[in-house]
């Protein structure tokens, strides 16, 4: 067992071994599915660590945004998924959605995308328009509000209740379209929704004639990565369709992408994988 380190000698490094950040890592992978909030006791006792020195590292990881304090103890907050992201970006995780991107843009003959979320917004790293007449066109890298989008609320959906709430309470609620929902309330029963259902609907609260519905891609422990959508003008097809046929199509389009990411090494991947 590893011995415990006292905040001086924390401070010591040997060669070119940096400790201290190596410490920081250990106190981040003491987080996991089964172990989402820690307290500092427990988080000292899982790493071996003097308290004082997970105290100092608690409070980096705090200024930083990876983790927050609450009155059950410590735990991880959504801004540790940019790392994850990073990796995901790098393994080319745009690249192994396009070809399933485009084969249901091709099945379903409407505008397609996956996005992830960035603070308080959901971004386009991978999109498939159609060439039909009057069809939405997505851009890579567009940025959209996430308590307003099927995206960015199912995304949402994969997060602790608290931290929703935080990010909500933090997040100018803007009107865009007479069909906007500000009401924080409504929102998070919304999320709710997503979150028991396993899937989400935008109905023309960011663009008027524009809804959209998404589901989560998720990682070998089935947590939420991104979101896959399909964006269809609110004249051509119904709500009804939207859910009873689009729905089943973007679906069976996420479980493949699901099946060709399983097996990439990508840091949120473990048995204990940390949840945000």
């Known amino acids: 067992m590893e011995r415990r380190l006292t905040a001086g000698q924390e401070a010591r490094g040997r060669g070119t071994h940096v400790q201290a950040f190596a410490r920081g890592i250990h106190i981040l992978k003491a987080f996991s599915r089964t172990t989402p909030t820690l307290t500092l006791p427990q988080i000292a006792e899982a790493t071996q660590l003097d308290r004082a020195v997970v105290r100092r590292y608690l409070m980096t990881l705090q200024d930083l945004g990876y983790v927050g304090a609450s009155g059950k103890g410590y735990s991880l907050r959504p801004r540790i998924l940019e790392i994850g992201y990073g990796y995901l970006a790098s393994a080319g995780l745009p690249e192994i959605v396009q070809p399933h991107l485009n084969r249901l843009s091709a099945t379903v003959n409407e505008s397609c995308a996956v996005t992830v979320q960035d603070d308080s917004d959901v971004v386009y790293i991978a999109v498939a328009n159609t060439d039909r007449s009057f069809s939405i066109q997505l851009t890579?890298?567009?940025?959209?509000?996430?308590?307003?989008?099927?995206?960015?609320?199912?995304?949402?959906?994969?997060?602790?209740?608290?931290?929703?709430?935080?990010?909500?309470?933090?997040?100018?609620?803007?009107?865009?379209?007479?069909?906007?929902?500000?009401?924080?309330?409504?929102?998070?029963?919304?999320?709710?929704?997503?979150?028991?259902?396993?899937?989400?609907?935008?109905?023309?609260?960011?663009?008027?004639?524009?809804?959209?519905?998404?589901?989560?891609?998720?990682?070998?422990?089935?947590?939420?990565?991104?979101?896959?959508?399909?964006?269809?003008?609110?004249?051509?097809?119904?709500?009804?369709?939207?859910?009873?046929?689009?729905?089943?199509?973007?679906?069976?389009?996420?479980?493949?992408?699901?099946?060709d990411i399983v097996d990439v090494p990508v840091a949120l991947s473990r048995n204990d994988a940390p949840v945000g």
């Open 140 to 259: 890579v890298g567009n940025r959209l509000p996430a308590y307003c989008t099927a995206m960015g609320r199912i995304l949402l959906a994969g997060q602790p209740k608290d931290e929703v709430q935080t990010q909500l309470r933090c997040v100018p609620l803007v009107r865009h379209t007479a069909h906007t929902i500000q009401d924080p309330d409504r929102i998070t029963a919304l999320i709710d929704r997503a979150r028991s259902q396993g899937w989400a609907i935008g109905d023309e609260e960011l663009e008027a004639g524009v809804h959209s519905v998404a589901v989560p891609i998720r990682d070998s422990t089935q947590q939420p990565i991104a979101a896959m959508s399909v964006s269809t003008p609110s004249v051509r097809v119904s709500n009804q369709t939207l859910k009873e046929t689009i729905l089943e199509k973007l679906r069976a389009a996420r479980d493949s992408v699901e099946k």
